[in-house]
């Protein structure tokens, strides 16, 4: 089925440690989003690229890195994971930023850091 | 900074209940205004949009929003809840400007619909 998927579902981490968070769709779409989603708090744009190449930050940038080397992936990276970094990460791609359609949501990646 | 302010963090209602749910933005140019829902362990399903036309608009299962521009409001309603509509429920606004139309979410409601 098109859409986006995300890998893993869960995900445990000791403080320090380094992962990838994965995100792939299918729709060809050129902008590609990821957000963190804490209680209280709403979803919030950590970084986004608008296509191949090309990357930017969000609202709460510190601590991640993203590339976009070609239009299906954006990977997710903490550098060294801290226990303020524990919530869960949404993927969202749309044919362009800010397109009336919405986005399209990941099933998210629910991460603790201990 | 665009915010997005939804008032009510949690609502309880029964089944056949009238809903209403909250939102303002503090934008004052030209949006577009979004009801996203996230059912229990499920991730965010577009409900309903407003970008342009009749300020009123339709969504899946029932829901509609108002969009009132004096307001800076966008709130959510459905005549009669059912135990199905239990989800937590996010406003969302691009506002159109130089800075990026970045998709701004309010920070929920959490909906549970008693049986």
């Known amino acids: 089925n098109a859409g986006v998927t995300q890998t893993p579902k869960f995900q445990v981490l000791k403080t320090g440690q380094s992962m990838t968070l994965q995100c792939a769709q299918d729709?060809?779409?050129?902008?590609m989003s990821w957000y963190r989603q804490d209680p209280g708090m709403g979803l919030r744009l950590i970084h986004y690229s608008v296509g191949a190449g090309i990357t930017d930050q969000g609202e709460v940038p510190n601590g991640y890195n993203v590339s976009r080397s070609t239009t299906e992936d954006f990977p997710l990276r903490l550098l060294s994971a801290a226990p303020s970094q524990t919530s869960v990460y949404f993927c969202?791609?749309?044919?362009?930023?800010?397109?009336?359609?919405?986005?399209?949501f990941g099933s998210g990646t629910r991460l603790t850091v201990v | 900074a665009q915010s997005v302010s939804q008032h009510n963090h949690h609502v309880i209602l029964s089944e056949a209940a009238s809903l209403e749910l909250g939102c303002n933005y503090s934008?004052?140019?030209?949006?577009?205004l979004f009801w996203y829902v996230q059912y229990p362990g499920q991730h965010l399903q577009l409900l309903l949009k407003y970008f342009s036309g009749d300020p009123l608009v339709k969504g899946i299962k029932g829901f509609e929003a108002e969009f009132i521009k004096s307001k800076f409001s966008f709130n959510l309603r459905k005549p009669s809840v059912q135990w199905s509509d239990t989800a937590e429920y996010f406003c969302?606004?691009?506002?159109?400007?130089?800075?990026?139309?970045?998709?701004?979410f309010g920070g929920g409601t959490r909906l549970m619909v008693k049986p």
């Open positions: 934008y004052g140019g030209t949006v577009n």
């Open positions: 969302a606004v691009i506002p159109w400007n130089n800075a990026g139309n970045m998709l701004t």
């Open positions: 969202a791609s749309s044919y362009l930023q800010g397109a009336v359609e919405g986005y399209t």
């Open positions: 729709m060809n779409h050129e902008y």
